[in-house]
């Protein structure tokens, strides 16, 4: 894999740090390995992917292969395992050993050398993180949002906090080379000083949101990645104004699935704006940042099925490579085997600085899961907008998302 584009994150994570305060507690973890661990220490790590859905069959088993035809000496031999609890997903899915639950894949598996990959439904985090504390596996790759409101993040952090897990969740746009690119605009001033930042995530998705699922709104859906980049870009926000819209399609009403909008207000002075149409005709995943002296407009590849970015600067376009999933997929298990062989005793100094990245990294998670909380309580405390729907239906809508803000 040549043309692999490997991640530049150290320039995003060092523009806009967020405070780590779980470092100490793993700190203490690490300092204290027992000797059982020392037999396994030349053991590579486990990957166990949990729901084969689009995202774990599509993204992370294609993800996994591609890091470990760049870096075989960090992925134990064989076939990765997977659970799904769903008969068919299991059927359906190749390359790879199957289980139906995260306690039958625990029977299979090193706890010490697992790394899960958490990719269920948004609503199943606390559960399936439950079960893994209780069969001690405690790295884990959690897909976006970290949460779906802030009683589930509390349970979250409480869980992660109670049992020493090391939790990275997918934000692989902050892995992305053009990323890299737009961190490097920001911070040498080629192109004066940022003042906004807009994005825009665009695609149709009619035929998943009518299936139901557990994204409860169109905050959900996009919007988690594109947060989590401008709070890297421009530092910490609190939240001006939000909305969100239904989606109308073949006389269906979905309440809160259509669309949403939100703007931010950095501490640095930079005003972002996020818009996420989920009935747009066509893809499209634009941020476009603005300096007192030009305009930067980058693409981020739509899917996997063609993953080059695009940056426009003064008029000149760049086109090139930008795999961010298998670069964030490499850096997490670099991250993880550097622990896992820590020897007891041995200098944690490195290990030390790779957890801060990973707790400035949750830490961020966290802020996103606050602002999609605060701009959900937002939309709820407004008048529901559905068109020609009657009462009952707009009532319903304000109370899902309401629920799902808390
Ligand atoms: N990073 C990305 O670009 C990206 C892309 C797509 C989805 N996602 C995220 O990934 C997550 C999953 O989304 P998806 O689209 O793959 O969903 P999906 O519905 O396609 O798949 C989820 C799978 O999880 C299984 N499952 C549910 N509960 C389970 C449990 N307790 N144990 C084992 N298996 C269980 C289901 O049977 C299903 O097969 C969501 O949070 C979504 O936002 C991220």
Redesign the pocket.
Known sequence: MGFLVLPEIATLTTLQPLAPPRSRERELRTVHRTPVHEGLLATMLHPLV??????????HLRALAKARDAAADLFATGPPLA????P??RRAASDVRTV???SAAAELVDPESTVAHV????G??V??LT?LAVHGIRRAVV???LATGLEDLAAVRQLTAQHGMDVVV?A?WLDSALTARLAALVRDGRLGSLRAISVAQHKPRFT?SAAG???PTAF??EV??SLGLVLGLAGPAELLDADCTDMHCDGTVLPRVGGARLSLQHRTGVRTDIASDLTAPVQERRVALEFTRGTAIGHYPISDRDDHAQLVVAGRREIFRDDA?TGFVLRAYRDFHREFQQEPGQDCGQDLQRDRGHDAEFERQCEVVRLVSEAKRHCASAPAAVPGADGALAGAAAERIADHAR
């Open positions: 949990i729901g084969l859905g689009r995202s774990g069959a599509g993204l659970c799904d609890t769903d068919a997903a139906d639950s995260v990719c269920t439904p948004p199943e985090r559960p399936v079960e897909e976006k949002p997918v692989h998943r699922g557990q994204h959900d859906v988690p990645h999933l």
